[in-house]
Nanobody, 122 residues
Framework: QVQLVESGGGLVQAGDSLRLSCAAS????????MAWFRQAPGKEREFVAC????????YYVDSVQGRFTTSRDNAKNTVYLQMNSLKPEDTAVYYC???????????????WGKGTLVTVSS
């Protein structure tokens, strides 16, 4: 069983930066590929970024490419999402997710966090 707890959300202005953290319980964090999703008000949850088990490979949705960076520290059981040049359209609840395996693949997620709200004002 893995529990994921996100933190770092808040209210910022357009152009600002935020760093989200997702702390995972358990001793097998490095056995999981990790990802970030977000859900804006009235919209479906969407994929944002993912990172492989070792942190050596990442992938981003086009809308955040070049502005967001995900990383992980397996010694701290934590994955991060650095968000720069934030835009009002980035406003959403951000969730981290874990999937057993070395790389992120489409399909069911093993574990979800409860999310952290990011609000970007114009």
């Amino acid at each position: 069983q893995v529990q994921l707890v996100e933190s770092g959300g808040g209210l910022v202005q357009a152009g600002d930066s935020l760093r989200l953290s997702c702390a995972a319980s358990g001793r097998t964090f490095s056995s999981y590929a990790m990802a970030w999703f977000r859900q804006a008000p009235g919209k479906e949850r969407e994929f944002v970024a993912c990172i492989n088990w070792s942190g050596t490979s990442t992938y981003y949705v086009d809308s955040v490419q070049g502005r967001f960076t995900t990383s992980r520290d397996n010694a701290k059981n934590t994955v991060y999402l650095q968000m720069n040049s934030l835009k009002p359209e980035d406003t959403a609840v951000y969730y981290c997710a874990a999937k057993y395996g070395t790389t992120w693949t489409p399909g069911p997620v093993n574990y979800w966090g409860k999310g952290t709200l990011v609000t970007v004002s114009s």
